[in-house]
């Protein structure tokens, strides 16, 4: 088994923290399954977007859920202690949620570019089971890589230290306690976060450079803004995505660098899924419009 060393402060500072991540996981499980549950249940929000965003809030609660319910355990119980397991299966779904997060928001890029650059032709390319093929592939190929990484950290050898000095078993930080010679895993860890987050963030950028000149065009200021509004929600949610995640895997290690690890971590695993559907929500009136819709539907009935 390992141990998990965690955050390190007083007994009133621990239960604030657990309380306060309580809270945060409550509402990001909430506000994604509400998003899961509109898009399934509205007709109106049976498109490609939505239904990408109901599997980036599939993703969302997938990675949150793998660390956060382990962390609330350690700080009230103060057993810091997870079996191998536990800890190769928090390793995969941390990779899967990752990965699975980088193809959704790059397929999702590609939508809002096809639907502002190539009106005239969305519906005959973001046909039903293209979109699904592509959030398909975003799942294979994320749960693939994350199946590879346990099984090559699965056979490592650790024989001196078993303390994990984050709060959950992060691929980096268990490679980091084995004893086996890992430079060669390090070199592939680096080569495969620049080809899976490096290379979808550029086609990102790429693809909005196109639907930035595209709206560039339109002459009327009201079908600039219009365009432009159908693309917000899903900028802010790549801005806050690999923001935390570049700082946390491009920066070089250092003695003083763990607390800001698992500080960057934190953002990563509990903040921005938290964050994600509330940025939908809040901008997006078909999502409040489904909400309304709903509520109406209740009101009738009742």
Not at 16 to 23: F, K, T
Request: proline letters at 3%; a positive charge.
């Amino acid at each position: 088994e390992f141990t998990i060393v965690a955050f390190s402060m007083s007994s009133s500072g621990q239960l604030e923290l657990s309380l306060g991540i309580l809270i945060i996981y409550l509402i990001t499980v909430l506000g994604n399954l509400t998003i899961i549950f509109l898009v399934c249940l509205i007709p109106k929000l049976h498109t490609p977007m939505y239904f990408f965003l109901s599997n980036l809030a599939v993703v969302d609660v997938t990675s949150t859920s793998t660390c956060v319910p382990k962390l609330l355990f350690i700080t009230l119980t103060r057993d810091h202690r997870i079996s191998f397991s536990c800890c190769m299966t928090q390793l995969f779904f941390f990779v899967l949620g990752g990965d699975a997060e980088v193809f959704m928001l790059t397929s999702m890029a590609y939508d809002r570019y096809v639907a502002i650059c190539k009106p005239l032709q969305y519906h005959t390319i973001m046909r039903k089971n293209m979109y699904i093929a592509m959030a398909a592939s975003c799942w294979l190929l994320g749960a693939l890589n994350s199946l590879l990484h346990m099984l090559l950290t699965s056979v490592l050898e650790f024989c001196h230290s078993h303390a994990i000095n984050n709060f959950f078993c992060d691929l980096k930080s268990v490679i980091v306690l084995s004893t086996t010679n890992t430079e060669s895993r390090k070199v592939f860890m680096f080569c495969e976060v620049f080809v899976i987050i490096f290379v979808p963030f550029i086609l990102i950028i790429i693809s909005y450079i196109f639907i930035f000149s595209t709206i560039l065009k339109i002459r009327s200021s009201a079908g600039r803004m219009k365009a432009f509004s159908s693309c917000t929600s899903h900028l802010i949610t790549v801005i806050l995505f690999y923001g935390p995640l570049m700082f946390l895997y491009m920066k070089t290690d250092s003695e003083d660098s763990k607390e800001q690890d698992m500080l960057l971590s934190i953002i990563y695993l509990v903040v921005v899924p938290m964050l994600n559907p509330l940025v939908y929500s809040l901008r997006n009136k078909e999502v409040w419009g489904a909400v309304v819709m709903l509520t109406n539907q209740k009101l009738l009935r009742l």
